[in-house]
Nanobody
Framework: HVQLVESGGGSVQAGGSLRLTCAASGISGGTFHNYCMAWFRQTPGKEREGVATIYTGGDSTYYADSVKGRSTISQDNAKNTVYLQMNSLKPEDTAMYYC?????????????????WGQGTQVTVS
């Protein structure tokens, strides 16, 4: 049973940076390299937004236009961990950020494929 635990959220001023961490456990030995990992965010009353994705078996990444150029998603397969470095934060980046994962046989871009979710970490930018 895969579990995802996010950390690294907090309150920062506009222009600041945060690094979110998603630690995955319960992944069958040696298979973390075959997962899609993603960060989503959501604010009350708004639809969940996909922020960034990464295929852990390579260097394929995707970024939403809203964070492109300001954020970097990366992985440490030895630690079964994915990171989201966010720079030049804006008040509109304020949201609960969720890590998600699915074992992949194809695209990392379909939200409905993600079947493992963390509890979220709050990011507040003022």
């Amino acid at each position: 049973h895969v579990q995802l635990v996010e950390s690294g959220g907090g309150s920062v001023q506009a222009g600041g940076s945060l690094r979110l961490t998603c630690a995955a456990s319960g992944i069958s030995g040696g298979t973390f390299h075959n997962y899609c990992m993603a960060w989503f965010r959501q604010t009350p009353g708004k639809e969940r937004e996909g922020v960034a994705t990464i295929y852990t078996g390579g260097d394929s990444t995707y970024y939403a236009d809203s964070v492109k150029g300001r954020s970097t998603i990366s992985q440490d397969n030895a630690k079964n961990t994915v990171y989201l470095q966010m720079n030049s934060l804006k008040p509109e980046d304020t949201a609960m950020y969720y890590c998600a994962a699915h074992y992949t046989s194809g695209s990392c871009l379909r939200e409905y494929d993600y079947n493992y979710w963390g509890q979220g970490t709050q990011v507040t930018v003022s």
